[in-house]
């Protein structure tokens, strides 16, 4: 049986720090690996550095002839900075400002805090790893290097969900459209063969369509870009499309409509052609409410005299990933996907500090006799 451990705030609050206060976009994650792989093995926990690309590496923390049920995974790489002299650890109030504070800083902080909390009361967690992955935030390939090398049936994704643990998950669609035109002077410009005239007209009607067949769908025009063309009409346009939608959406019926409605709208006179992708289709998933992974939750909010309110995460995340290799993936980490990607991120200093005291129930109830 497992035995009790404490959740050291001071001591997380150091390293919560320290992680916010260097800078690490994705793609340029090797100071805070470097940082963390020498902080936990100062700590005595067993780390393993294992490359993603050249010069980057995920971080594995898994015990000796351990055969993990459940892994907790956090990302340490964040968006780019809005201000590159600005982006640093500042608490005010309780509320931590900084990038990646929300996303997800304060989440892998806690997971730490709680894996060390565990062994230091004399216990190896034996059925659980920690792994902290770079890349979430672009193309998710530190996940997909971690997935060459484990598979386990369970996870916990610290993503930020308030500590609502969430067993459903939003599906994903990437849509790149690109519109082209004729090039002609400024003042002699036309809806015909206008490139950026006719990708805003496709825009507001998939945005119209979306409303109406797909109300719960969550749609973002993420990039618009046309050449620069100085005094003259641009002879191309492209668009960047983000769609999250609710789990059982049938992603391969949709991609479908989507191709027809920008057929219509683009094809014939209206532009001189078009190109369209889809460069992510990621589905979404819905768990049962039993299982080994639900059933620890249930113990654990149950253990810390906390509500269990199970809910669905609205975002893209490596948990689609997870699901794909048939692991069964819980998202449940501290702060508000609201704040994530702002330009003034913060988290609750005591929402990291509960959610590190969950993550340590967890470890109990996982290892309990």
């Not at 049986?1 to 150091?14: E, V």
């Not at 049920?69 to 309780?94: M, Q, S």
């Not at 005239?197 to 109406?212: G, H, S, V």
Request: glycine share 6%.
């Amino acid at each position: 049986m497992s035995r009790p451990g404490n959740i050291q705030d001071s001591r997380l609050k150091d390293l919560f720090r320290d992680m916010v206060d260097i800078y690490s976009p994705s793609g340029k994650e090797e100071e805070i690996v470097e940082f963390l792989a020498e902080w936990l093995r100062n700590a005595g926990l067993p780390v393993t550095l294992r490359e993603v690309t050249e010069d980057r590496y995920n971080i594995e923390v898994v015990w000796p002839n351990a055969q993990p049920d459940v892994a907790f995974l956090g990302h340490v790489d964040t968006v780019a900075a809005f201000d590159i002299e600005r982006y640093e650890f500042d608490e005010r109030e309780g509320q931590v400002y900084g990038l990646g504070t929300a996303d997800m800083k304060g989440g892998c902080a806690a997971l730490i805090e709680a894996f060390l909390s565990y062994v230091e009361a004399g216990n190896e967690p034996q059925r659980a790893g920690l792994f902290l992955v770079v890349g979430e935030e672009e193309s998710g390939d530190g996940t997909s290097a971690l997935l060459d090398d484990w598979r386990y049936p369970w996870a916990v994704v610290a993503e930020p969900t308030s500590l609502i643990p969430c067993l459903s998950h939003y599906g994903y669609v990437e849509m790149l459209v690109r519109a082209f035109g004729t090039r002609r002077h400024a003042a002699q410009a036309g809806h015909e063969y206008n490139a950026i005239f006719n990708m805003l007209r496709m825009l507001l009607r998939l945005a119209e369509w979306i409303e109406k067949e797909y109300p719960e769908a969550i749609l973002n025009i993420r990039d618009l870009h046309s050449s620069e063309s100085g005094f003259a009409v641009p002879d191309r346009c492209a668009a960047w499309v983000d769609l999250h939608l609710p789990p059982q959406t049938p992603l391969d019926h949709l991609s479908e409509e989507l191709e027809k409605l920008i057929q219509d709208s683009l094809s014939g006179s209206a532009v001189t052609h078009y190109e369209m992708g889809f460069p992510t289709l990621a589905k979404g998933y819905e768990l049962p409410h039993e299982g080994l992974l639900p059933d620890l939750l249930a113990t654990a909010y149950r253990d810390l005299e906390w509500d269990f309110a199970p809910g669905s995460f609205h975002s893209h995340s490596d948990a689609n990933l997870l699901w794909n290799v048939d692991c069964k993936p819980v998202i449940l980490g501290p702060g508000q996907l609201a704040k994530a990607h702002t330009r003034d991120e913060s988290v609750s200093f005591e929402q990291v500090t509960r959610a590190a005291r969950l993550y340590l129930a967890i470890l109990r109830a996982l290892h309990r006799d």
